[in-house]
């Protein structure tokens, strides 16, 4: 492992050895998944409210928060009018009071003082450190041009950021929520119906007669109406197909799990595809009235037999079958959910279009309990002036190689920062802003020789995360709960717009994005961007161009609009695809243009080394990654993750439930901090999963600190999806170690 010297990270003290009860919640049995949902009556002590969206996760929901008389916040619960919720949070949404009371919160700006050994972090006034931030942007964009600094960013607080950026000529943006998440879904789905995946997805559950979930772990995947629309599914007898080489929640609700041979999705996808066409069993109809390719297609999946997928996936054949006719019988009220965290193997654009041509097969797109077409209200921006038009953007240090890239690629940004890149444009300095790139972007290695070669970083966040302690300059914001940010406009079935404003006084010296990213903004000399003198203006004048104010939504939270569309594609009609063709494209114009394979192939992936583990990785229904590991509320509920390993796993290393157990990869990078043993035959004997986000590194969040094991320091390999350039991380192994490995050097 590399020494890494100039930017040290600096561990802001060691904070408290305060012991907690150990009082992990670990999900043995499979909860009734409404369960998890909180609608308690707030009490009448709980006087005042103001409205919110909940910022523990990206579903965005609506909510109230509710405070005593004292002014001290009590309670958060959803908003009866938002469709995201139905009125209910999740456990998360409800612990969210937890990220405004945590006492290891930022509370002041800081400025990194001192080389190597010596750094420390010297706290400072918003003065002096924006004036010290604005003076490291000039110079940078005197040397080397506005476009070599980068945003790294997430979430709400994102697009003040980016309104920044694209200010002052930048648009090097780019964040893990893509090129880690969604970015091949959005990819395979535009590549096939001419559009991406909206959030919320608008898949129909609570009229599916048939769901497939591919991973998908809905349930500990905590995506609050997808929940429980799912759950409704569930109760009405639809049929669940679940395919998972782990038996998950949603697993143990299905009629089919098919615990299939991790990376061997495509197969699968293609012998399904191949028994609908083969069978007679898709949807003549839909197909010859709105599809492009299906000849094509035919012959494509010819050999694509169940039997040879059978012996790819090691899954049973009839299992495989069977699944298929369920699909079929159910047609078109059929959802394969595209899935969300899809950067798996490299291959994802790929399965992802696997998924959509089948969903195309099945007549799901645009029908009744397939996929229903949502709609938005538009609002107005607020009229500004043009941005300037950069020289260069991330396009061009993306798109000679990943040509079907959606939008910007964290890690090919983070690469054109290393000291012996040759992108055609480096990249001198970052903003990180709401994303802890350092667990979010795998290679960590790789992301902290490229910190070590910036000429400056800037983070702006509210806890003491990792990233933060390699920041020059620390610009801590407050909470979701002390803030306005943008309206929600989503697209859903019902139209709604929503309104986040502050509850609370920001704590200590914390302050919102947007007033972080104003003021750098106006320091920069770019006034006439920022017309409006703080965001109560901007918001009431775009809330006055769809007929509402903010003093109206300041007392209604959320407001719902007529819809303009249908909800489903008139049967019968004529329909326009914004593809190329005009139509569903089975065989994918856009991809075959760029050079790729135009219809998904199966290619084998490596297989574990002898005595090494597949490591896969999800969520836990009550934390989100490591932003929610130090919140009270929440670490309460969990505070360590657990290694699932099959007994098989488990004799052959002679391993007890609950024993400490080490993790060491293929490139013997070893985890820090012990993880417990969960033995189960609920996981295949090939793989071993943890949840993301534990193994936290960074002593000042002290609840977090040390508890459990880090799948992101483990995944220090990663297969680039060849469209989009997206990291697939599910290609890493690790072996089992009973001792405490010999300290390596790592990196604090
Ligand atoms: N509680 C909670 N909910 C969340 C989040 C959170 O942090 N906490 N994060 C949200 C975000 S941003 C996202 S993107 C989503 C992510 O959630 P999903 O989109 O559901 O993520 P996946 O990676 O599809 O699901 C993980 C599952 O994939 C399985 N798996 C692993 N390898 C394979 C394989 O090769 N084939 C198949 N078929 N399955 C495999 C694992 O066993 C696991 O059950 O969750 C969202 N919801
Ligand atoms: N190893 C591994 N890597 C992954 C994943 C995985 O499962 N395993 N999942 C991938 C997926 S699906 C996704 S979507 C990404 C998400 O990855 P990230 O974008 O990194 O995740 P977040 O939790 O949104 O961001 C976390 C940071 O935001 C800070 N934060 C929280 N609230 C606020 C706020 O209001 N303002 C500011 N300024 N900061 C705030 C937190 O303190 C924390 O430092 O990670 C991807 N990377
Ligand atoms: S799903 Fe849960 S954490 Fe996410 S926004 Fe909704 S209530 Fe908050
Ligand atoms: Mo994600």
Redesign the pocket.
């Known amino acids: 492992m590399s020494k890494i010297t100039r930017r040290k990270f600096i561990k802001i003290s060691a904070a408290g050895t305060a012991t907690l009860a150990m009082s992990g919640v670990i999900l043995d049995s499979t909860p009734k998944i409404a369960d998890w949902f909180d609608k308690t009556p707030a009490k009448e002590s709980e006087v005042e409210r103001t409205p919110t969206i909940c910022?523990v996760?990206?579903w965005k929901c609506s909510a109230w928060v509710y405070k005593n008389k004292k002014g001290h916040i009590q309670k958060i619960i959803g908003n009866d009018l938002d469709p995201h919720s139905n009125g209910r949070l999740c456990p998360r949404g409800t612990g969210g009071v937890g990220?405004y009371n945590d006492n290891d919160r930022l509370k002041t700006p800081l400025i990194r003082v001192g080389e190597g050994d010596d750094a420390t972090f010297k706290e400072a006034t918003w003065d002096e450190a924006l004036d010290l931030v604005v003076k490291k942007m000039n110079e940078v964009i005197e040397k080397y041009g506005p476009e070599s600094i980068a945003l790294?960013?997430?979430?709400?607080?994102a697009p003040h950021f980016e309104h920044l950026f694209n200010s002052f000529g930048s648009e090097t943006t780019a964040?893990?929520?893509v090129a880690?998440?969604?970015g091949s879904r959005q990819a395979g789905y535009y590549a096939t119906f001419g559009e991406g995946i909206t959030t919320p997805e608008p898949v129909d559950f609570v009229n599916s007669k048939a769901i497939v979930l591919i991973g998908n772990h809905i349930g500990e995947n905590m995506h609050n109406g997808l929940v429980q629309d799912f759950s409704h599914a569930v109760e009405n007898g639809a049929s669940i197909i679940v395919v998972d080489p782990r038996y998950s929640t949603a697993a143990s609700k299905a009629k089919i799990w098919l615990p299939i041979k991790p990376s061997t999705d495509i197969a699968l996808l293609l012998a399904w595809i191949h028994i609908l066409i083969y069978e007679d069993l898709y949807d003549k109809n839909y197909v010859e009235k709105y599809t492009y390719g299906f000849e094509q297609l035919k012959s494509h999946v010819a050999n694509f037999t169940p039997e040879w997928a059978a012996k790819i996936t090691e899954l049973d054949i009839n299992l495989i079958k069977k699944a298929a006719y369920e699909m079929a019988k159910a047609a078109p009220a059929v959802a394969v959910h595209p899935g969300?965290?899809t950067?798996w193997y490299g291959d994802d654009t790929q399965r992802e279009r696997a998924s959509a041509i089948l969903n195309a097969l099945l007549g799901a797109w645009g029908r009744k309990g397939g996929f229903y077409l949502p709609e938005k209200i538009n609002v107005p921006k607020y009229p500004l002036p043009h941005y300037p038009e950069p020289d260069w953007t991330w396009q061009d240090i993306t798109k000679e190689k990943y040509r079907g890239a959606i939008a910007g690629v964290t890690n090919i940004i983070r690469d054109a920062s290393l000291p012996d890149s040759d992108a055609k444009h480096k990249v001198k300095a970052w903003f990180v802003?709401?994303?802890?790139?350092l667990?979010?972007?795998?290679e960590r290695e790789k992301t902290l020789k490229a910190i070590d070669n910036l000429e400056f970083l800037v983070v702006?966040?509210?806890?003491p995360?990792?990233?933060?302690g390699y920041a020059d300059i620390v610009?801590?914001?407050?909470?979701?709960l002390e803030?306005y940010d943008d309206l929600r406009a989503s697209k859903h079935k019902i139209p709604t717009v929503a309104l986040r404003m502050p509850a609370a006084e920001p704590k200590n010296e914390t302050k919102p994005?947007w007033w972080i990213a104003r003021e750098l903004g106006i320091r920069l000399g770019l006034e006439k961007y920022y017309p409006w003198k703080d965001y109560e203006e901007l918001l009431d004048w775009q809330l006055r161009q769809i007929g509402t104010s903010l003093e109206e939504m300041r007392k209604e939270g959320i407001k719902q609009f007529e819809r303009k569309t249908p909800l489903y594609i008139p049967e019968g009609s004529e329909w326009y695809f914004p593809t190329a063709t005009g139509k569903i494209e089975l065989y994918s114009t856009w991809l075959a243009n760029m050079g790729y394979d135009a219809m998904p192939k199966y290619k084998s992936h490596e297989d574990n080394p002898p005595g090494f583990y597949r490591l896969i990785?999800?969520?836990a229904p009550m934390h989100?990654?490591?932003?929610?590991i130090n919140n009270p509320n929440l670490n309460d509920l969990m505070d360590e993750n657990v290694l699932w390993v099959n007994p098989k796993v488990a004799k052959i290393h002679g391993l007890k439930n609950g024993q400490e157990v080490w993790l060491q990869n293929q490139d013997n990078i070893t985890s820090d901090f012990p993880i417990k043993v969960r033995i189960t035959e609920r996981i295949r004997h090939d793989s071993v999963f943890m949840v993301?986000?534990f193994g936290q590194l960074n002593k000042k969040m002290y609840r977090a600190y040390g508890k459990g094991a880090?799948?992101?320091k483990l995944?220090s390999k990663v297969e680039l999806d060849d469209v989009t350039g997206g990291t697939g991380?599910r290609v890493n192994f690790v072996t089992i170690l009973t001792e405490k490995p010999q300290k390596q050097e790592v990196e604090s």
């Open positions: 910022d996760c990206f990220m790294f960013n997430h979430g709400s607080t964040e893990p929520a880690q998440c969604l969300r965290h950067a802003t709401a994303t802890n790139i667990q979010s972007i795998p702006v966040d509210t806890m995360a990792d990233i933060v610009l801590p914001e407050c909470t979701y803030r994005g990785y999800g969520r989100t990654f490591g932003r929610t993301h986000g880090a799948d992101y995944l991380m």
